[in-house]
């Protein structure tokens, strides 16, 4: 089928809107652009779009991905142009192209890059915050509640932290830059990382924002940028 | 601190929705305040879901936005949660839009759609830190007014709302504007800027009229204290609906709302006139819109929006006399667009059923029939020309059809029922579950179910009935009990209403100035969300009129003579009292009146000179 994959950022003026009502938000821009996209069968049409990993609601992102099958023709450029005409104050496509392969943008990704501000009220120096950091991650297990629909239970979040690096500090606030496991094998939600690092910390941390800065495929067991050529041409790149 | 850093990522992050409070949808209307001379705040009384699906609203929002002078926003009630935040972090009221706190506009006006939604007013008001009554408010307070079906009896809310439209709005509004930006620059007082709008035809100043009452607690009275204001104040309708604004935008929510959905407004009014109908009397008379013109509206609407669902809005869509032409052209038109095209409240015949199966394709959901009485003696008392042959053919048809739900509403406590009436509600049912059965087991879908509905009758003013005492608690209990045990069949479920809303809704519909005090006094104790189940206080209710001295039984449980003078009498919603009595006595001979197209029964809207009464007359 004829694809297209694009890369776009969510604002603060949309971070509030469930994942949900944004595939709405997106289906009714693409309505209003008259864009050639595919439609399902049946009595309810919906657009072929598929979404990237959902971001929590009151979280940022530079780096949302989105696959659409098309109908019709339209170069990436011009999509982009036209859909981006059409978005929201908030919402803006960064990137547009065709897609040959197969898999999905939200099968194939692994992971996720998040960076959380924390506002910190009384004195945390820089040196405080890097030991405290380093003593979190070389616990041997990182035990967190997790919450499923019927019970909670503990899991060991470590396997899931790739990175996690103390970013910028000033006076009262400072950032925690992290790189975890997302996807439906194994998904760590930044919040659930916070709420265990918080602790550490000691009382005066608040948490401030959560910005999503990367979501990454694995193609031979290396991370790629979901917008990288080889991912996008998949097996047949001579298509 | 800046009310938009005030209203912080802590406080939206910690509420239900806060989708509801950030605005930035598409379509929205954005001004530089610096060019603008007259802010006006239109308020819901209820939250955004609820208020965004709101037909009124999303057209006065435009139109008066198409002023370059003017800039409205949009407000609606915080739900709880949000409202304690706000009060904790001492954030006012605001406006969706520029996020601006509602206390610093010219206007705040609201949407009276619901007799519950009284206290959200109040509380709203108090949110936004102004004063309560009209008296203590000046120069420095917004004006705050109000307009919608409610308004045609503005009594209970004369001491909270300067002034009232009366009708349809669209031109008041911009009277109003216009005299308000004159009288802005000349600085006078502000009684003087009511005493100007006090001649627009349509607008009601509850200040400048005097109320009177008799020994008895019945009104006596109501005067306006100074010559020049009108002694009845007029509602104003729109003449010509096919030239009136419609806007070619709505606002698009981010979230989901009650009606998400575009909404094609075919007419005003409506022909039927049953007699327990308020909106059936208050918007009359009829104005249709020609077809072609909506088609042409339907399509700027659905490419500057793109919803995939457009739906008819109008009181009885069936009586649109170009509803076959408009759907026809509606689904040419809107199926490449993929496009779904919702019919709401058809009266069920073959023709519609035939307009449903080509407009929702296979989908067979629910149909909603609303029979109201459950025997034809009563159906008759309510001018409700529907037989039960009528009722069993078209469910006959529907479920031939493939269809399988079915929902019948039904009022209990109408005048002159008795248990028969009752039990015929039940046996109607019967009758729907039997149709089914007999229906060939190959054609009908599979799953019967039928819904029994009932709501409790609320006598109100400006309909044949507003003479009329609502039953009382105690025995709309028992009329919902003795139903429940006539209903026998298990494809039968049987919903009911609270009858505490309704007699409340009854106290306030045809309520008094007296009846204002009790609602600011329920609001002190609390009362808010009045219509959302849980926030319900029926207690505190009790509690606010014992204290006010108002006895609710008076407004909502008792019986008037007909030379009463009601709250309501100095405001003309172009029906005649003589007329309306003259119905009210056919009712209890059981007499059928005709509607407005196939015979004129002179009810006093003749007067708005609109087609329909003039070629019938
Ligand atoms: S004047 Fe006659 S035709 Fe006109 S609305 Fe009244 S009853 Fe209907």
């Known amino acids: 089928m004829n694809g297209l994959r694009i890369k776009f950022l969510r604002g603060e003026e949309v971070k509030y809107i469930s994942h949900l009502d944004l595939m709405k938000v997106f289906e009714r821009a693409l309505r209003r652009a008259r864009l050639p996209v595919a439609y399902s069968q049946g009595f309810n049409p919906h657009p072929e779009m598929i979404f990237g990993l959902p971001l929590s609601v009151g979280v940022t992102s530079e780096a949302e991905y989105a696959d659409f099958g098309l109908e019709g023709n339209v170069s990436p450029a011009d999509f982009m142009r036209r859909l981006n005409a059409q978005l929201p104050a908030g919402l803006k496509v960064l990137e547009a192209k065709k897609k040959f392969a197969k898999d999905n943008i939200m099968a194939s990704i692994t992971m996720a890059s998040y960076r959380i501000t924390v506002s910190a009220e009384g004195h945390f120096d820089r040196e405080f915050l890097q030991e405290k950091i380093n003593d979190f991650i070389e616990r041997p297990t990182i035990i967190v509640k997790k919450e499923t629909k019927s019970k909670v239970r503990d899991v060991d979040i470590k396997p899931m932290i790739h990175q996690l690096c103390l970013g910028d500090s000033e006076e009262g606030t400072f950032t925690v830059n992290s790189l975890l496991s997302a996807g439906s094998s194994a998904n760590l939600k930044p919040e659930l990382l916070y709420d265990a690092f918080a602790d550490t910390f000691g009382p005066g941390i608040k948490l401030k924002a959560i910005h999503r800065t990367g979501l990454f495929v694995s193609r031979n067991g290396v991370m790629v940028d979901p917008m990288d050529d080889r991912v996008l041409e998949g097996t047949n790149p001579k298509r | ?617």
């Not at chain 2, 009209?134 to 109000?146: L, Y």
């Not at chain 2, 809005?313 to 040419?332: F, K, M, N, P």
């Not at chain 2, 002159?416 to 579950?433: M, P, S, Y």
């Open chain 2, 1 to 617: 601190m800046s009310l938009n850093d005030r209203i912080s990522d802590d406080i939206l992050r910690s509420v239900e929705k806060p989708a509801r409070y950030t605005g930035n949808e598409w379509n929205v209307v954005q001004k530089d305040v610096n060019n603008i001379k007259i802010r006006f705040a239109f308020c819901f009384p209820d939250v955004y879901e609820v208020g965004m699906s709101h037909l009124g609203m999303r057209i006065l929002y435009h139109l008066i936005n198409e002023r370059e002078d003017s800039w409205c926003e949009r407000v609606f009630a915080p739900w709880v949660d949000m409202e304690e935040k706000m009060r904790e972090n001492g954030i006012p009221l605001f406006a969706l839009e520029s996020h601006d706190p509602v206390g610093i506009f010219d206007f705040v006006g609201f949407s009276l759609q619901y007799e519950m939604s009284y206290t959200n007013i109040i509380n709203m008001l108090d949110l936004a830190g102004i004063p309560i009554r009209t008296a203590d408010r000046t120069e420095e307070h917004p004006f705050v007014c109000a307009g919608g079906p409610c308004s045609c009896n503005p009594e209970p809310l004369a001491g909270i709302i300067d002034f009232f439209i009366l009708g349809e709005a669209e031109e008041v509004i911009n009277e109003v504007l216009d005299i308000y930006k004159e009288w802005k620059e000349n600085g006078a007082a502000r009684e003087d800027f009511l005493d100007r709008i006090s001649s627009v035809e349509g607008v009601y100043v509850p200040g400048f009229y005097d109320v009177q009452y008799n020994g008895d607690g019945t009104v006596k009275s109501v005067n306006p204290i100074k010559d020049k204001y009108p002694r009845k104040v007029r509602k104003r309708i729109v003449k010509d609906l096919d030239n009136v604004y419609y806007p070619e935008k709505v606002i698009v929510p981010f979230t989901d709302i009650v009606h998400n959905r575009l909404m094609l407004e075919l007419f005003r009014g409506c022909i039927r006139g049953c007699r327990f109908c308020q909106a059936g009397f208050i918007y009359r008379p009829v104005r249709e819109k020609n077809p072609e013109k909506l088609v042409e509206c339907a399509k700027k609407l659905e490419e500057s929006t793109g919803y995939e669902e457009i739906s008819l809005a109008s009181l009885s869509t069936s009586d649109y006399t170009g509803l076959g032409e408009l759907t026809e052209q509606l689904i040419e038109e809107m199926e490449p667009r993929k496009v779904n095209l919702a019919l709401p409240s058809l009266r069920v015949d073959s023709f519609s059923l035939n307009l449903m199966e080509k407009a929702q394709k296979v989908r067979k959901s629910g149909l909603t029939f609303a029979p109201e009485a459950g025997t034809q003696r009563l159906r008759d008392v309510i001018n409700k020309g529907v037989t039960e042959e009528d009722l069993i053919n078209s469910v006959s048809i529907a479920f031939a059809g493939g269809w399988s739900t079915v929902k019948l509403y039904f009022m209990l406590g109408l005048p002159t029922e008795a248990f028969e009436d009752i039990a015929g509600i039940a046996d109607l049912g019967k009758k729907v579950v039997d149709a089914y059965m007999n229906t060939p087991k190959e054609k009908r879908g599979k799953g019967l179910k039928v819904t029994l509905s009932t709501s409790s009758f609320v006598p109100k003013p400006f309909t044949p009935f507003q003479w009329e005492a609502q039953d009382t608690i105690e025995v709309l209990v028992e009329k919902q009990k003795f139903l429940k045990d006539n209903i026998k069949s298990r494809y039968i479920t049987y919903n009911w209403h609270e009858p505490e809303l309704s007699f409340l809704e009854a106290v306030f519909a045809r309520g008094d100035r007296k009846t204002g005090e009790v609602l600011i006094k329920a609001w002190e104790k609390g009362c808010k969300f009045d219509s959302w189940g849980d926030h319900f206080k029926f207690e505190k209710w009790i509690e606010a009129f014992d204290e006010c001295g108002v006895d609710p039984a008076f407004y909502a449980n008792r019986k008037r003579n007909h030379d009463e003078v009601f709250p309501w009498d100095h405001i003309d919603m172009g029906i005649s009292k003589k007329f309306l009595l003259k119905e009210n006595e056919r009712a209890y001979k059981g007499e059928l009146t005709s509607n407005c197209r196939v015979g004129c029964s002179g009810c006093g809207a003749a007067a708005f000179g609109s087609s329909i009464c003039i070629k019938n007359d």
